[in-house]
């Protein structure tokens, strides 16, 4: 269950309203302490600190009411400059990258110091009595409030500095590479259970698994949506206990018609209604996707940027390099990685779910099919990714892996011939095409030979 708790987590991180709530209720709580400490410590003393306020009861009510009618003013300004920003991005990243905005803890924060700190002014200027017999004036909270004020002042300066850069391509292509990276860390760890070198009673041919798929029963989703998230532990301990062999049709990220097939349950006749709830529970589906489990989500959001700024309208070519550099940092790590089968074993080590899975080509495919696409007329682009081609080559040691990158070279160059104008710029590209394929040979002739060793 961690992983769907970090899937909830994530949904509220990425909203304007939980932090800044949770800072306003602590503030609420903080006013309701401080009031009654002053309550409870005698007036005498409080007045013989030099750190406390010490004014009147109508000084202390105009201290309040300036601070909260500020606060609330400065809050408004915030509120409009994120809507500003968030605008800005929209129109020159993608709107898929709202998310990245919206989950910035640090425009977060500062809405809340501005909410919170006005609603502690209006709570401790409830407090304060002017009439002489029941004279009351919380020292130590109005110290606190002007403190409070303070600390806001230099929040304000810091958000319009974190504003001004957080919108900066490179800020924009850093902080989406971070969660790519996070998310290349989780889905493929350097260790892993089950990868293709994994024992001969965790491998299923072609045939048996085409065997099985003739004598199953489908589960149709019950709702559309993307698949953001699969219970794999929960569903081989269901197939444990009915013994049952259950094949995924669906990886994490893509869209799920209602009623398309998420499972085959092997032997169907087996799969009663109380399973088929169960099953259903261990799977959840959104409006848009996540990367909680979907490692294709970073990459689409990088590749957005880079298309977007290939477009006639944006034209900067700058943008997409940096977007296609990240992008084959991410592919470097992954080439180093064991890839999972998808084969998941129960306890007695017996085959109870075999799940569709992404690998270096899905990957590879998803980061340079676009851009390769819409580069074809841009040749320092188009150079950025052969070369990016070739180091990432140079790193791969599975055979597969320099496959699907010779493919992409092949068309990458098939494009550049078919598009470029210039005699000059096709040579150009020939010749770095010519530099990645035999960093991909060279790979190879060092595979066969730490092999024959």
């Known amino acids: 269950m961690p992983t769907l708790?970090?899937?909830?987590?994530?949904?509220?991180?990425?909203?304007?309203?939980?932090?800044?709530?949770?800072?306003?209720?602590?503030?609420?709580?903080?006013?309701?302490?401080?009031?009654?400490?002053?309550?409870s410590t005698p007036t005498d003393w409080l007045l013989d600190q030099a750190w406390v306020y010490t004014g009147g009861a109508d000084g202390a009510s105009a201290v309040l009411q300036t601070i909260?009618?500020?606060?609330?003013?400065?809050?408004?300004?915030?509120?409009?400059?994120?809507?500003?920003a968030l605008s800005l991005a929209s129109s020159q990243f993608g709107p898929r990258l709202l998310r990245n905005f919206m989950r910035d803890t640090t425009n977060q924060v500062v809405l809340g110091t501005f909410v919170s700190t006005f609603l502690y002014c209006l709570l401790v200027l409830r407090t304060i009595r002017h009439d002489t017999e029941a004279l009351f004036v919380p020292h130590v909270a109005v110290t606190f409030g002007l403190v409070f004020a303070l600390a806001s002042l230099w929040v304000l300066i810091y958000f319009i500095?974190?504003?001004?850069?957080?919108?900066?391509?490179?800020?924009?292509?850093?902080?989406?590479?971070?969660?790519?990276?996070?998310?290349?860390?989780?889905?493929?760890?350097?260790?892993r259970t089950i990868t293709d070198t994994a024992p001969a009673e965790a491998r299923l041919d072609a045939t048996t698994l085409g065997e099985q798929a003739r004598a199953s029963l489908p589960l149709p989703a019950t709702r559309a949506g993307y698949l953001?998230?699969?219970?794999?532990?929960?569903?081989?301990?269901?197939?444990?206990?009915?013994?049952?062999?259950?094949?995924g049709q669906r990886r994490i990220g893509q869209y799920v018609l209602e009623g398309g097939v998420l499972l085959l349950v092997h032997p169907g006749h087996r799969l009663s209604g109380d399973l088929t709830r169960d099953l259903h529970e261990c799977f959840r589906f959104g409006e848009q996707r996540s990367d909680v489990q979907d490692v294709e989500f970073a990459v689409r959001q990088l590749v957005e940027v880079a298309v977007r700024a290939l477009s006639p309208g944006v034209n900067d070519p700058f943008t997409a390099?940096?977007?296609?550099?990240?992008?084959?940092?991410?592919?470097?790590?992954?080439?180093?990685?064991?890839?999972?089968?998808?084969?998941?074993?129960d306890p007695a080590r017996q085959v109870r779910l075999v799940m569709p899975v992404t690998d270096f080509g899905d990957m590879v495919d998803a980061a340079l099919n676009q851009i390769r696409q819409h580069a074809r007329t841009d040749v320092a682009v188009t150079i950025r990714m052969l070369e990016?081609?070739?180091?990432?080559?140079?790193?791969?040691?599975?055979?597969a892996d320099r496959a699907v990158l010779t493919r992409h070279a092949d068309m990458i160059v098939a494009g550049a011939e078919a598009a470029l104008p210039e005699p000059a710029d096709r040579a150009t590209v020939r010749q770095r095409h010519a530099v990645a394929i035999q960093a991909l040979q060279r790979g190879?002739?060092?595979?066969?030979t730490a092999a024959g060793s």
């Open 5 to 39: 708790i970090r899937l909830y987590w994530d949904r509220l991180r990425s909203s304007f309203w939980f932090l800044p709530t949770g800072m306003a209720i602590t503030a609420a709580a903080l006013a309701f302490a401080l009031v009654a400490v002053d309550r």
């Open 161 to 191: 500095h974190h504003v001004s850069t957080s919108i900066q391509a490179d800020s924009v292509i850093a902080r989406v590479a971070h969660d790519l990276t996070d998310a290349l860390e989780e889905q493929f760890p350097v260790v």
């Open 444 to 448: 190879e002739v060092t595979e066969r």
């Open 388 to 399: 990016v081609i070739a180091q990432v080559g140079a790193l791969a040691d599975r055979q």
């Open 228 to 247: 953001l998230w699969a219970d794999l532990d929960r569903l081989v301990d269901l197939a444990a206990s009915h013994d049952l062999v259950l094949q």
């Open 68 to 84: 909260a009618g500020s606060m609330i003013t400065i809050a408004g300004v915030v509120f409009s400059l994120t809507l500003v």
């Open 321 to 345: 390099i940096a977007c296609v550099d990240r992008l084959g940092a991410s592919l470097g790590r992954l080439a180093r990685r064991p890839m999972p089968s998808g084969i998941h074993l």
